[in-house]
C-alpha cells in the first residue's frame, strides 16, 4: 500500500492513457474510466513528474492497441484531469451524499510518473466485484454504482488530448 502522507498538489495534472477503442469522434467513452474486477485503483501518470513522457513511451510500446495509428510520430490520446477536481468528486443516493472520497495518490515505485485514483469509503478501497464493507453507505448500495457514477464524475471533467511521445 502507498504512503498515503504522499499527497499530490490539488493543482497538478494527472493523465489517463485511453486506448483509441475508448474515443470516438474524438470523445472519450465513460468506459476509459472502468477498473477491471479486483482492481483498487485507476491508473493515471503524472504530468508534472521529469519521467512522465519516457514513461508513457515505454508503456504504449509495449500495449500497442494505446497507440495511434494514424499519426505520423509515435503518439496516443490521454484524458487530463486537474487533481483537485477529482478529488472534489462526491458520490449522491437519492438526496444523501455518500461516505466516498476520491483520491489521488502516487505509485511510483516502478514507474515515476505513476498514480492512482482511488475509491474510498470509511478508510477502505471500493473496489469492483468486492462486498462493501462500511457501514455508512446505505443498504442496497452496490460498489459497481458507487464506481459507475466516479466513472462519469470522471469522464465529465477529463479534458481528451493527442500526446505526441516523439517529435
Known amino acids: 500500500m502507498t504512503d498515503r502522507s504522499e499527497y499530490i498538489e490539488r493543482s ?8 483509441s477503442k475508448y474515443v470516438l ?5 465513460v468506459e476509459a474510466f472502468a ?4 482492481e483498487t ?3 493515471v501518470n503524472r504530468q508534472l513528474v521529469e519521467s512522465f513522457r519516457e514513461d508513457i513511451k515505454s508503456f504504449v ?9 494514424n499519426n505520423a510520430s509515435l503518439s496516443c490520446y490521454g484524458a487530463k484531469m486537474k487533481v483537485g477536481e477529482v478529488c472534489d468528486i462526491s458520490v449522491v ?13 502516487p505509485r511510483a ?7 492512482g485514483i482511488f475509491v474510498r469509503s470509511n478508510n477502505n478501497n471500493v473496489v469492483r466485484g468486492r462486498q462493501l464493507t462500511s457501514l455508512s453507505i446505505p443498504h442496497g448500495v452496490s460498489t459497481d454504482s458507487i464506481l459507475m457514477e466516479v466513472q462519469w ?3 465529465d471533467i477529463a479534458k481528451l488530448e493527442i500526446l505526441k511521445l516523439e517529435e
Do not use: P, Q, W
Open 93 to 105: 443516493h437519492g438526496s444523501e451524499k455518500l461516505d466516498v472520497s476520491v483520491e489521488v495518490e
Open 41 to 43: 485503483y485507476l491508473s
Open 153 to 155: 464524475r470522471l469522464h
Open 35 to 38: 477498473t477491471s474486477i479486483g
Open 109 to 115: 515505485a516502478h514507474t515515476k510518473s505513476h498514480a
Open 12 to 19: 497538478e495534472d494527472v493523465v489517463r492513457l485511453v486506448n
Open 61 to 69: 510500446k509495449t500495449h500497442n492497441d494505446f497507440i495511434l495509428r
Open 25 to 29: 469522434d474524438d470523445v472519450v467513452s
